[in-house]
Every structure is written in C-alpha cells, then in structure tokens.
C-alpha cells in the first residue's frame, strides 16, 4: 500500500453544497489523514463555506459561480502556490467514495493522471439513452487519443501527479465538461501518461443532480463540441517538472 505524504491536497469544488459537504470533508480526513482538504465555494448562495470550515477544511470562497473548471483551476493554483505536488478531484455532493482515493494514489505510481472510472466493472452505476451513447463514443475517441483504453472520460474523479499539477495549474479549462473531457485531452496531446482504475459510485448525499433526462442532447452536443475544441487547441509543453 503506497504510504501518503503531506503533499497531497484534495480539492472538493462545491456549488450550493451545505447538505453534504461537510459530511464530504469528514469523510475525506478520514480516508487520507496526512492529506489536506481544500473546498473551493464556487459562488455558492447558501452555507456551503461555513459548513466546509467546520469540518476542518481550509476553504476558499470564490465571488461568483465560475464552474467546476474555474474551481478546479483556483484548486490547482493553490496546489503550486503551496508546494503540493499531488492533487485529487472529489465531487461535493457525496457521490466519490473518499476510501477509493488511495485507489487513484496508487495508480499514480505509473501515471500523471488517474481517472475513478464508473464504467469499469465495480458497483451498479449507469446512465442510459443519448448521454450514454455520448460517453460510449467519447470513451473511445479519447482512448486513441490518450493511447490508453479508457471507459469513463466524463468522471469528476481523479488523481493528479506532479506533471499534472505543473501543467493544469496554468492550463486548465473553465469551460464546460472542460474539467473532464477537455482536460483529459490538454493532458494527453502534452504528454500527460493516463490510466483508469475502477471505482463505485454512491448516490448523492444531498442537492440537485446537475443533469436531467431531458438535457441529454444538450450534453451529447455540447460534449462533441468540448472534444473538438480541446482537439483544435496548439499542444502544451509541461515544463521543469519530472
């Protein structure tokens, strides 16, 4: 079992949150005590922050609502800012399971980035019509891309190594499904090594589901467009890091 040092940091961006994120942070503490726990309050209108603090996460409140890729950003400007070299995505809402984060430390031993894969053979979860056609298709577009056989490029949850932090700190995109499709891309056209394990996923501790059955064609197009966007921008080169 990889042993883990103070170094990692694991950032829960978190929209209107205040009925899980607490629980969120517990759990993560729990799961990886030598780490830290940073929320990153994305605009949120309720009590969100307060919750997070009293936790015991350290919180940094954003002024308006920028989306899980501006948080993610802040989350990786923090990580550099601070000297920690390695960084992990936890959703806000409960859906991560905190004890599979050990899972994604380890797979960083021979990876840049690891993805909590969904669709990999653990636990029950699925989604069905137009959007799972979208993720099936974008699974394998990105898996020539990533030279990698990937099944899970839309999970929120991940690992990031050093190469990584260095890269997404600066490069990171805001824009929509740009934390996880358009991310994954930057990464593997800049030489990011990309790997999988499978993870199970819970059901939400609290809030709104952010998709509804009805946004499925709006996800499938706005997911092509995200992978062909990232595909249209010049490489990035990751630089002083090893």
Partial sequence: MRSIDPSVLVVIPALNEEDSVGEVVRAVVSAVPSARCLVVDDGSSDRTAERAAAAGAIVLSLPYNLGVGGAMRTGFRFARAHDYRTVVQVDADGQHDPSAILQLLEGLDEADLVIGARFAGIGDYGVRGP??????????????????????????????????????????PAEYLGDTIEALVIGARAGLTIRQVPVAMRQRQGGEPSHRPWKAAVYLTRACAAFLLAMLRPRTPIEGVR
């Fill in 131 to 172: 959007r799972r056609w979208a993720m099936r298709v974008l699974a394998t577009v990105m898996s020539r891309v990533a030279r990698t056989r990937l099944t899970d490029v839309t999970s929120g949850f991940k690992a990031a190594g050093p190469r990584a932090v260095a890269l997404f700190a600066d490069n990171f």
